[in-house]
Nanobody, 115 residues
């Protein structure tokens, strides 16, 4: 059974940092493209960052220069380092693990940026 679990969310002041983690079990992430999404109430889920099997990264314009996505295939994990956080980054952040045949989502972790 495949499980995808996010962690690392919390409350942080504007300008602060958080590091989100996504841990997968039952699947080898080295064979997957991995992405972070975020969602706020009443809005569609937004793609934040992508990292391919080859390690190529891509970011939404709103987070470029502030967020860094990375992966550790040996630990079957992915991380999102978020710096210089802004109130508009407040959302539930989701991890998506995508292989050629399947798609897996975590339950999400809440990030709140507020003074």
């Amino acid at each position: 059974q495949v499980q995808v679990v996010e962690s690392g969310g919390g409350l942080v002041q504007p300008g602060g940092s958080l590091r989100l983690s996504c841990a997968a079990s039952g699947i080898l992430v080295r064979f997957a493209t991995m992405r972070w999404y975020r969602q706020t109430p009443g809005k569609e889920r937004e793609l934040v960052a992508t990292i391919t099997m080859a390690g190529t990264t891509n970011y939404a314009d709103s987070v470029k220069g502030r967020f860094t996505i990375s992966r550790d295939n040996s630990k079957n994990t992915m991380t999102l380092q978020m710096n210089n956080l802004k109130p508009e980054d407040t959302a539930v952040y989701y991890c998506r693990v995508q292989t050629t045949a399947n798609n897996y989502w975590g339950q999400g972790t809440q990030v709140t940026v507020s003074s």
